[in-house]
């Protein structure tokens, strides 16, 4: 599977975008990039995902780079519901199909 | 509703006291996973399914045992609980396989403390 890179933690104002950046740069061509984020020991929820172009769904947008190396998640408006773990993931195909690794996540906080 | 359901949700048990926590979907999915959270080292997959009878190894199979005798169910089976095995485990199910832009659907997790 790809690696990823993500910051260990950030801070967003309540009610501002919140911009989550993913570093993927060993991606392959035929890899997704998913987005799930983890509220206190809760179970992972399901943000958004891409191939190639940008996404958007009603929860988020995915932005990812023209050469796929990296992408940016995106909270438009930014609630106090949103603190949580954010996980970036690129998905392997090859031999193991159906591993899925986690990295560390992006700690996000939103305050008031 | 769709949702995957785990039980028992809190467990503790002592050192080789063998246990089982299971896993179920309502959602007619074919992939399930099984995962362990420990803290500083986020999530790491123990046992996935691909189908009915297809199991194979994650990242972290070590001192676990899994089954798929049917579409909905996916039990992880722990024939000799450790201490290292404390852990929040979660399971998870997707329609296909997660490479293929499926979601997965996670449980609520189940915390188990061995002693």
């Known amino acids: 599977d790809a690696k990823t890179t993500q910051p260990t933690s950030m801070d967003c104002a309540e009610g501002r975008a919140a911009n989550l950046p993913c570093n993927h740069s060993?991606?392959?061509?035929?890899?997704?990039v998913y987005w799930y984020r983890q509220i206190h020991s809760q179970g992972p929820q399901y943000i958004i995902h891409?191939?190639?172009n940008n996404e958007t769904n009603e929860m988020a947008s995915l932005i990812i780079t023209e050469d796929r190396k990296s992408s940016t998640l995106i909270l438009p408006h930014a609630t106090l519901r949103d603190t949580a773990v954010y996980y970036c993931?690129?998905?392997?195909?090859?031999?193991?199909?159906?591993?899925?690794?986690f990295g560390q996540g992006t700690i996000l906080t939103v305050h008031p | 509703e769709a949702q995957v359901t785990q039980n028992p949700r809190y467990l503790i048990t002592v050192t080789g006291k063998k246990l089982t926590v299971t896993c179920s979907q309502n959602?007619?999915?074919?992939?399930m996973s099984w995962y362990r959270q420990d803290p500083g080292l986020g999530l790491r997959q123990i046992y996935y399914?691909?189908?009915?009878?297809?199991?194979d190894k994650g990242d972290v199979p070590e001192g676990y045992k899994v089954s798929r005798k049917e579409k909905r169910n996916f039990p992880l089976i722990l024939e000799s609980p450790s201490p290292n095995q404390t852990s929040l485990y979660f399971c998870a199910s997707s329609v296909g396989q997660p490479h293929s832009g499926d979601t997965q659907y996670f449980g609520p997790g189940t915390r188990l403390t061995v002693l």
């Open positions: 060993t991606i392959s061509g035929n890899e997704y």
């Open positions: 959602m007619n999915h074919e992939y």
């Open positions: 891409g191939l190639k």
């Open positions: 993931i690129v998905n392997a195909g090859g031999t193991s199909y159906g591993k899925l690794t």
């Open positions: 399914s691909m189908n009915v009878e297809v199991t």
